[in-house]
């Protein structure tokens, strides 16, 4: 997974590694609720961490868009 310079190709590449990991689509998901159990939420976060070499804070994170947003804040990229 290449470094994303924008939040569209964070939330592209965030959606893939859904898709792949749980076999959901997670367009409009909420993290736990639609995407399984906090297991898979964190295999999810952890996959994500390692990719972008950054660590994300869990706390507020409900949505897939929460992450996107997260995600795209410690890479400091603009919308």
């Known amino acids: 997974m290449s470094k994303p310079t924008n939040?569209?190709?964070v939330l592209?590449?965030?959606l893939t590694v859904i898709k792949n990991d749980l076999q959901v689509?997670?367009?409009?998901?909420?993290l736990v609720k639609d995407l399984g159990d906090?297991?898979?939420v964190m295999e999810v976060l952890m996959q994500v961490e390692?990719?972008?070499a950054i660590k994300l804070a869990t706390d507020g994170?409900?949505?897939?868009a929460d992450l996107v947003n997260n995600i795209?804040?410690?890479l400091k990229?603009?919308?």
Do not use: F, G, M, P
């Open 7 to 9: 939040r569209a190709e």
């Open 77 to 79: 990229l603009a919308s």
């Open 25 to 30: 689509d997670a367009t409009e998901a909420t």
């Open 61 to 64: 994170l409900n949505t897939v």
């Open 72 to 74: 795209a804040a410690e």
């Open 50 to 52: 390692d990719k972008y």
């Open 38 to 40: 906090s297991l898979d």
């Open 12 to 14: 592209s590449q965030v």
